[in-house]
């Protein structure tokens, strides 16, 4: 009898064995592979050590924004994901390979994590040079937008860039803003009894319980990086890096479909709110909007809805950002039937009437203050945070020049008659309104008259630049001023962010109406002021100015030197400008350098102090301190990654045009080691 018991309970405990078993590998099956050292499968073995403990944790100061969230505290997302719903990287892999709405997302085959928390780790392989740069690039199943036009770029360029720092840098920042901060990309609705040709905002898909329809109108959303909100100007940078990328197609997976969905989205906020600068996501995407904490400190007038702007001041460049991203995509692909669809047209009109009302003095001829399209104070401690005079500004006298209240830095003007973004804003009218010049012919209801008053506009602009923004400056001769009021007052400083006076070779703004083919204005183009102007003599002069310790916010050490501004303060140069040094150096019209050899050796210092100015993270930051490559701001900024992309790639187009391209002693063949 004992021996049948002690044969049962072994029988019961062989069962139980065998029950548990199968649970624990049924539990380890559904269980997704979680990879904490993210490797990319095509630098298997080109780049850095053997895996080691993690280093420390990265250590930089926080986003210095009064006004915005210092860190996202959102997982990251894929794209379209589940078709005009934001997916958490947790919950799916997806490349978009269906575009069809209800389609259930993709298993997940790797638990994706946040970028910030990537970069914390310092993952391997890290490159083999002395700075040892990490490779923070997700893996490819968390990448937000997938494009096989990147990864072939990025593997041409790792057999031209010989020195493996700085071709870490380039493939870690290039493309970062398709990897991390393409948030959402889907469709816009509108309601079901709306007609074809009706697409205002009384249509979108937050206005009424309505039953609601999805449209073939692409829309992209793009955040800044650490800030969960899209900016005008910051998006189109970020996207507009991306252009020897572009070519057209109709694939909803291609960049193209990105780009006109992100014209997209920028006319539909423009036609909601003209004089705002940046946004909170679209409806349809189902992500809730991020809470400025600003919106009861600050009082623009006209107010704004917080449920769909972020936050509200009036940066002309923000127009002028739009208008620079439509034009980039009708000169790639030809494609002028997309700009009559939507609200481009639309959108178009509200900038121009925006801004042709802030072309408006102080005072009339009489000498009454007269009222302004747009007001702003805020309850702040940053005196660039709020405007004087119960939020006009100061005075101004008209002279066809735009007011802008704030400058690309989001800080306020001291003279609204903002040079740069004024100069940005006439060469992009004017280069647009050939696409609607286009548009016209095709009969498209106001496009005519709108082509006449966004060349009247940009005319009247060129001519108060022409008039009041060129001065006579006591060391370096006729240069711009970065602000002027039309009185005669001018501020003589340049500041890092794109639109900057050392930006201008960036526009085209010599060239009216993008003809590229003349060597300077002719003057049937050039307004009567600017025929007393040699512009390339007066840009050189402003270069040499905006590059030297006359220039107030220039930040000299031996971290960086490098443009910086009131943003973060005196002291701390953007990489950037930098970035924007090297860049212009290109323009052989415009930059002035006598010859190949002296525009390399000025483009290597602005690249030797790009590269050294990462602190170890191998990522290009917001702004570092002169004195102290440790102590920068945001590691997650994507406008600036992406502009070091596109230098990098100027470099090799010149390089190639030279027959130098990768060889020994060539920027991109030499080695950066010491």
């Not at 073995?45 to 915005?68: F, I, L, N, R, Y």
């Not at 020195?163 to 870490?168: A, E, I, N, T």
């Not at 170890?616 to 440790?630: D, K, L, P």
């Not at 990768?662 to 991109?668: A, D, F, I, T």
Request: charged fraction near 25%; glycine fraction near 8%; proline fraction near 8%.
């Amino acid at each position: 009898m004992a021996s049948l018991l002690n044969g049962g309970r072994r029988a019961k405990l062989g069962a139980l064995a065998v029950f548990l078993t199968l649970t624990m590998l049924y539990i380890v099956y559904q269980t997704p592979l979680s990879i904490t050292t993210p490797h990319d499968p095509l630098d298997q073995e080109q780049h850095g050590p053997p895996p080691s403990p993690p280093p420390t944790k990265v250590d930089g100061t926080s986003p210095e924004e009064d006004e915005e969230p210092d860190t996202l505290n959102f997982p990251m997302t894929v794209g379209v994901g589940n078709h005009g719903k934001p997916v958490d990287q947790d919950s799916t892999g997806s490349e978009f390979p269906d575009f069809s709405p209800g389609a259930p997302p993709p298993k997940p085959t790797v638990e994706c994590e946040r970028f910030q928390d990537l970069q914390n780790k310092k993952p391997a392989p890290w490159s083999k040079g002395h700075r040892q740069f990490p490779y923070v690039r997700p893996p490819p199943e968390c990448r937000n937008f997938r494009l096989p036009a990147m990864e072939a770029q990025i593997e041409r360029m790792k057999g031209i860039i010989k020195d493996p720092d700085l071709f870490r840098l380039f493939e870690n920042s290039y493309p970062n803003t398709l990897d991390t901060m393409v948030k959402w990309r889907g469709y816009a609705k509108k309601k079901k009894t709306a007609s074809a040709s009706t697409d205002s905002l009384e249509t979108r898909a937050d206005d009424d319980n309505e039953e609601m329809i999805t449209t073939d109108e692409e829309l992209t959303y793009v955040i800044t990086g650490d800030i969960d909100a899209m900016w005008l100007r910051d998006s189109a940078s970020q996207i507009y890096s991306y252009l020897p990328l572009l070519e057209a197609s109709e694939d909803p997976d291609s960049l193209a479909s990105l780009w006109r969905g992100l014209i997209n989205s920028h006319s539909r906020y423009i036609v909601i709110s003209p004089y705002c600068h940046s946004f909170q996501p679209p409806p349809e995407s189902g992500i809730p909007p991020t809470t400025n904490g600003a919106f009861h400190q600050n009082n623009p007038q006209p107010p704004y809805n917080p449920s769909k702007v972020f936050d509200c001041k009036w940066e002309l460049d923000s127009l002028a950002s739009f208008l620079q991203i439509s034009t980039a995509y009708y000169t790639r692909t030809d494609d002028l039937d997309f700009f009559g669809k939507y609200q481009w047209v639309e959108a178009v009109k509200a900038a121009v009437d925006a801004s042709a009302a802030m072309r408006l003095g102080t005072y009339d001829k009489d000498g009454r203050v007269l009222p302004s399209a747009w007001t702003f104070t805020g309850y702040t401690n940053r005196g660039s945070e709020t405007l004087t005079n119960d939020g006009l500004g100061n005075p101004v006298k008209e002279n066809g020049m735009v007011r802008s209240a704030f400058r690309p830095s989001d800080d306020a003007c001291i003279f609204q008659l903002l040079t740069p973004s004024n100069m940005m804003f006439a060469a992009y009218l004017e280069q647009a309104s050939v696409i609607m010049e286009g548009l016209g012919k095709k009969k498209i209801e106001g496009a005519a008259n709108l082509t006449i008053a966004m060349r009247d506009l940009a005319k009247g602009i060129r001519s108060g630049i022409a008039k009041d923004a060129v001065v006579q400056h006591r060391e370096f001769g006729e240069i711009f001023a970065y602000e002027v009021d039309g009185y005669g007052s001018a501020n003589l400083m340049d500041d890092a962010n794109v639109p900057s006076l050392l930006a201008f070779p960036l526009w085209n703004y010599t060239h009216p109406l993008g003809k590229k083919s003349k060597p300077k204005m002719s003057k049937e183009d050039s307004t009567t002021e600017e025929k007393h102007h040699d512009y390339a003599k007066i840009y050189q002069n402003t270069r040499k100015f905006v590059l030297s310790m006359s220039n107030p916010y220039y930040s000299q050490g031996p971290a960086l030197s490098a443009v910086g501004g009131p943003h973060l303060g005196p002291g701390k140069g953007w990489p950037m400008a930098a970035i924007v040094a090297a860049l212009t150096a290109y323009n052989d019209e415009l930059a002035g350098f006598k010859d190949a050899k002296a525009r390399e050796e000025a483009v290597a210092v602005q690249l030797g102090m790009v590269l050294n100015s990462t602190a170890g993270t191998g990522v290009i930051h917001e702004s570092v301190n002169a004195w102290n490559a440790g102590d920068w701001t945001r590691s997650w900024f994507g406008w600036a990654n992406g502009i070091f992309g596109e230098l990098i790639l100027k470099i090799a187009e010149d390089e190639e045009r030279r027959g130098v391209l990768g060889k020994e002693g060539s920027l991109l063949g030499r080695s950066w080691q010491e």
